[in-house]
């Protein structure tokens, strides 16, 4: 249902031209599976949040379409039916509110078809509810600016959202999801410092404090494969506080 992408160019971030969503803190869970709905219900309004639950694919396109919610939570199967085409279709009238998929559908190809057709984020199921928490309260926090993105570009370091591939100074470097999580979360702040529980609980979705040294070992091995010689800051660090990513580097 979605067009051609058509990009213009922001301060180093490609984005497709939309209006900036709004609005309180509402959520649409779109799932068929009754008492997965329900569960998922009472942990998000434990959080704070309020929840709308639609069962099939037109009740949620109908609900999604309103405008009234914050984030959508879209399971990718709704009795039969393709999920995913709520989204394909909210995009293509130039709705960008912020949209998870959950589904049961494990492979690469399956969650690359899920990111085109314009969702923010992928669960696989089964799935911790607390998680699934964690990432809506991440959509929350990027707020408009970053709805729509499909590109990111800062000095030389380039990525693809679409096809998740990571360039620097025009070569392609390979990196496993996590760190190409943690490289998005760097590359939409930079210049930035963030902090090693900021990158716990939005990175790995751990609730700080707990000691660990998961950030920093990632981290580390995120600065070797951008940079094997060492030569370039690319990823520098603020002593005690954390990390930031350099703009001139």
Known sequence: M?????????????????PKPGGSSRVLVIENDRELAEEIRLELEAGGHAVQVAETLTEGLRAARSGDASV???????????????????RGEGKWTPALAISELTSVDERIAGLKAGCDDYLVKPFDVRELTAR????????????????????????????????YEGRLVDLVPREFKLL???????????????????????QPPAYTNVVDVQVGNLRRKLDPTGDRRVIVSVRSVGFKLNPDH
Not at 6 to 14: A, E, R
Not at 140 to 167: A, K, N, S
């Open 2 to 18: 979605s067009g051609d992408i058509s990009s213009s160019v922001d301060l180093g971030v490609f984005r497709e031209e939309q």
């Open 184 to 206: 998005e979360y760097f590359m939409r702040r930079p210049g930035q410092t963030v902090t090693r529980a900021m990158l716990l609980e939005d990175v790995w979705n751990f």
């Open 72 to 90: 959508l939570v879209v399971d990718r199967l709704l009795d039969g039916e393709n999920g995913l085409s709520i989204i394909e279709a909210l």
């Open 136 to 167: 809506i309260g991440a959509l929350l926090r990027r707020g408009g600016d970053d709805v729509g993105v499909i590109r990111l570009r800062v000095g030389d370091l380039e990525m693809d959202l679409i096809d998740r591939t990571v360039r």
